[in-house]
């Protein structure tokens, strides 16, 4: 192995990001508590098995597997939404629902890409609620509420309807390969590519011209309705428009639907979506900075019957999006206090360092030396020298007497702040 190796690939965290991550996770956690919602966690090793048997879930390739010393292979967590999912399966019937959730966890998944991380932490929700369009309504308006308390002004929640595209890929015929060809031309919008693939096909006309309007099926959300009402094919298709209608209605309710718009050729990276599926882009960002849908069969493969909805906010990348947008306050500094002291004050100075500490002030110390000492920025600083002892604020230089007489001063003039 090159030494160089040993650098690459890692995720370390600065002390700077460190402080804007916790930040951002703060105020995502407190949105995400006035709604109800209780966090869990769940375990960072999970059976390779479960996500091999699940269809829908993360690609094998992307995984990363870990071989215990028996020889059983496990994955680090792929992804959240499948063992909460597991959880709630495994639970005994009788016992009482769980409230909605929520978890702050590292997810691992492999990326071709050597710009991209293995490794990403996701702050996401998942609510095991009845499957109606009310509490769709009001996960989005969660998710768009967790948006503005961040800061952002200008993003959008795109919404799509994973079951509109897959029904009418059922109409289609196709071979999985196709299915898949297609789906990724209608999410890119290619329109030749699109009319291409469809020349190659032998399909009815009318399905053709259905599925080359697809792509222009997005914007204004109430407009997007109503075209794809006068194309639908047939009674699903209408049903699945008339239930959008009804969660754009309870959208107003929340003054959020501005905030949204439709886009029925969206498809989200995750297959196990059954309904509507949302992804969030904010103004100058490429990529979605959450992702998220209805996904009511999921539970059925590991015999359970639990309808679901959630979404999870990349945090990593929503770090990135607040910095480009300006969004993070001023970082303050962690230190209350420096306490600087020459070799024979050593004594007193540990002393009232410790003195201080015991107070709940986050005291820095340092001897002062022949060489220049660079201590961390704070708004006090105690020095003790061989013959006085100061402290010094705001430009100000007090002497002291003693611990009390040091505390004291420091108390009153946090007051006079
Ligand atoms: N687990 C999904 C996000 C999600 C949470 N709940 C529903 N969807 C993802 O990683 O993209």
């Known amino acids: 192995m090159m030494y160089q190796d040993i650098f690459d690939n890692t995720n370390d965290t600065s002390v700077v990001d460190f402080s804007k991550k916790s930040y951002l996770l703060k105020t995502i956690k407190r949105r995400f508590l006035t709604y109800g919602y209780r966090q869990i966690q769940t375990s960072t090793l999970e059976q390779y098995d479960l996500y091999q048997s699940i269809t829908g879930t993360v690609h094998p390739d992307k995984m990363i597997k870990v071989i215990d010393p028996s020889g059983k292979i496990l994955v680090l967590r792929p992804d959240v939404t499948i063992p909460i999912t597991r959880m ?17 966890s590292e997810v691992f998944r492999h990326s071709s890409d050597q710009q991209a991380k293995n490794e990403q932490t996701q702050a996401g929700i998942e609510n095991f609620g009845p499957s109606t369009v009310e509490l769709d309504a009001e ?38 390969a196709e299915k898949s060809e297609l789906q990724l031309l ?37 407009e997007v309705i109503n075209r794809a009402e006068e194309i639908a094919l047939n009674e699903q298709m209408k049903d699945k428009l008339k239930k959008l209608k009804k969660l754009y209605e309870i959208l107003q309710f929340y003054e959020v639907e501005n905030d949204v718009s439709l886009d029925l050729g969206l498809i989200n990276h995750m297959d196990y979506y059954s309904d509507i599926i949302f992804q969030g882009f904010v103004e100058n960002v490429g990529k979605p900075v959450l992702m998220g849908g209805r996904y009511d069969q999921l539970a059925d493969q590991l015999n359970a019957t639990i309808p679901a909805i959630g979404f999870a906010f990349d945090v990593d990348f929503l770090v990135e999006a607040m910095d480009q947008h300006n969004l993070f306050p001023e970082v303050k500094t962690d ?6 002291y020459e070799k024979t004050r050593q004594r007193d100075a540990i002393k ?44 100000r230089s007090t002497s002291f007497t003693d611990q009390n007489d040091l505390l004291r001063l420091i108390r009153q003039r946090e007051e006079d702040v």
């Open 186 to 222: 209608i999410q890119a919008k290619n329109i030749s590519e699109i009319n291409r693939l469809l020349g190659d096909l032998t399909i009815q006309d009318e399905l053709s011209t259905f599925i080359q309007q697809v792509p222009f099926l997005y914007g204004n959300f109430m």
């Open 88 to 104: 709630l399966a495994s639970l005994n019937q009788v016992q009482s629902p769980e409230q909605p959730l929520f978890y702050i």
């Open 352 to 395: 009232s360092a410790s003195m201080l500490r015991y107070q709940g002030y986050r005291v820095y110390t340092e001897q002062l030396t022949a060489k220049e000492c660079n201590p961390p920025a704070s708004t006090s600083l105690v020095r003790y020298e061989n013959d006085q002892q100061l402290l010094e604020h705001v430009n």
């Open 139 to 176: 996960v989005i308006a969660l998710a768009i509420h967790t948006l503005r308390d961040l800061g952002f002004d200008s993003f959008k929640l795109e919404i799509g309807q994973a079951s509109f595209f897959r029904e009418l890929l059922e109409l289609l015929n196709l071979t999985k």
């Open 335 to 340: 230190i209350d206090i420096v306490l600087l």
